[in-house]
């Protein structure tokens, strides 16, 4: 027998049973699916901060721990010890690949990059100038017009090649998006590099494929910058049920195209208070101007009567410090130190932290530095233009999408997507 929890209605003096569910890890859940059916009620939880949505076995967060595993790996390990094709392939099939997966997955995904010219020309429909943000939206979508075929739901190749097809092609869309926005010409996929160094290529290099050296004759990708954005890939691979991650399974919930489903993800993820806010701690930082001004900004965050509020601290889930960020805090001090980096923003950034992390107002409050904190100064370290943010963001999620996907649509049960709302008009 489960166990259950009873809720009484003291109108009626009725009392219903519910049955608890029990996970693997985390809290349990109390099922509430015939809620409606036995009570004539709907609940009411706005912005589902009490919600389990699905039942999902890919990613896990414990808030209260500051704990992130990918199919039970924690993020640390995975991010200091694997690469991000070595975590895509994981969460795509449970399992870490043997060194000859990882050849065959790398080998494939370099050869899919390539976009259709049909695709290709689409951008130039856009007006110049246009965020690559919104290009890269409506690219995705797109593609579903050039692998419009069903897929068979029985067929575990199908699943992976479609999945794999719009993980090897999103850099490249990402890329190409970059470029129309600045009137620079396409830099097509080069096959003999590698994921990462490829989509750095594809967003440097001038026309002809030539990359210049920098001033001390070094090549003009780092192995360092490499190793730093395939890290923030990693990091941004999966974040269990967001804002984001959730418009994929509600569209998914349609029988849409997956791509198009990608695509909503995508458009979710631009918005200011989820992928956009690393874009916006950079806004802040530049607005700051100096170290001297930290001081006065950190007291108008504690005024209750400012408006003002800092970018980059708490989250929505972690009430402790966010995992990816203590990875992002370590990977900023090695650039630091690799790259000679010494920037006015870096320093700005350094100094709110300090005072953050030793000030009784934000540690009371568990404001701690959260990813976009840590993951904003990085780029920019990296010379990535502040429009280039989230659509990085998007190249490292994509995976962590099309997972989600697969996993909806392979579950028992599917329903539409459907929530009940509490109605105050005429």
């Given at each position: ?21 029990d996970g693997t890890r985390g809290p349990s859940v109390v099922n509430i699916s015939s809620f409606y059916t036995d009570t004539g009620m709907f609940t009411y939880d706005n912005g589902y901060t009490s919600t389990a949505s699905c039942n999902s076995s890919i990613t896990f967060i414990d ?210 208070a989820h992928g956009g806010a690393n874009e916006s701690v950079i806004k802040q930082l530049e607005m700051i101007g100096s170290v001297e001004n930290v001081d006065a900004f950190i007291a108008r965050a504690k005024d209750p009567d400012d408006e003002f509020r800092l970018m980059g601290f ?113």
């Amino acid at each position: 027998m489960n166990d259950t929890v009873t809720i009484t209605d003291n109108r009626t003096g009725k009392s219903y049973d519910f049955d608890i569910l029990d996970g693997t890890r985390g809290p349990s859940v109390v099922n509430i699916s015939s809620f409606y059916t036995d009570t004539g009620m709907f609940t009411y939880d706005n912005g589902y901060t009490s919600t389990a949505s699905c039942n999902s076995s890919i990613t896990f967060i414990d808030g209260a721990k500051g704990e992130l595993r990918y199919r039970g790996i924690e993020i640390e390990e995975l991010a200091e010890k694997k690469s991000y094709l070595e975590v895509c392939f994981l969460l795509l099939n449970d399992t870490l690949p043997t060194k000859e997966q990882t050849k065959e997955f790398d080998l494939e995904l370099r050869h899919r990059s390539f976009l259709q010219e049909g695709l290709t020309n689409l951008f130039h429909a856009f007006p110049s100038g246009s965020h690559p943000m919104a290009t890269l939206s409506a690219a995705t979508a797109a593609l579903s017009t050039f692998h419009f075929n069903h897929l068979d739901m029985s067929n575990e190749s199908e699943y992976q090649t479609m999945a794999r097809r719009i993980i090897a092609k999103m850099p490249t869309l990402a890329a190409f998006a970059y470029r129309y926005s600045i009137g620079a010409c396409f830099i097509q996929p080069d096959i003999s590099k590698s994921y990462t160094e490829n989509f750095l290529y594809m967003m440097r290099a001038y026309p002809g494929g030539k990359m210049h050296m920098d001033m001390d004759g070094q090549r003009a990708i780092k192995e360092i910058e490499i190793k730093a954005l395939d890290t923030i890939f990693t990091l941004h691979a999966d974040h269990e049920q967001n804002a984001s991650t959730t418009s994929v399974r509600n569209v998914a919930s349609t029988g849409a195209h997956p791509y198009v489903a990608i695509s909503a993800g995508v458009s979710a993820l631009w918005g200011r208070a989820h992928g956009g806010a690393n874009e916006s701690v950079i806004k802040q930082l530049e607005m700051i101007g100096s170290v001297e001004n930290v001081d006065a900004f950190i007291a108008r965050a504690k005024d209750p009567d400012d408006e003002f509020r800092l970018m980059g601290f708490g989250h929505r889930v972690y009430k402790n410090f966010d995992p990816r960020a203590k990875v992002l805090k370590s990977l900023q001090v090695q650039l630091q130190d690799e790259l000679n980096l010494d920037s006015n923003l870096m320093k700005i950034a350094n100094r709110i932290e300090e005072i953050a992390l030793n000030d009784e107002y934000f540690v009371s409050r568990k404001l701690y530095p959260n990813i976009d904190f840590y993951s904003g100064v990085i780029l920019t370290a990296l010379k990535i233009p502040t429009s280039m943010f989230t659509p990085i963001f998007v190249i490292g999620r994509t995976v962590g999408w099309i997972t989600q996907w697969i996993e909806f649509k392979k579950g028992k049960g599917m329903k539409i997507a459907r929530p009940r709302q509490l109605y105050l008009g005429k």
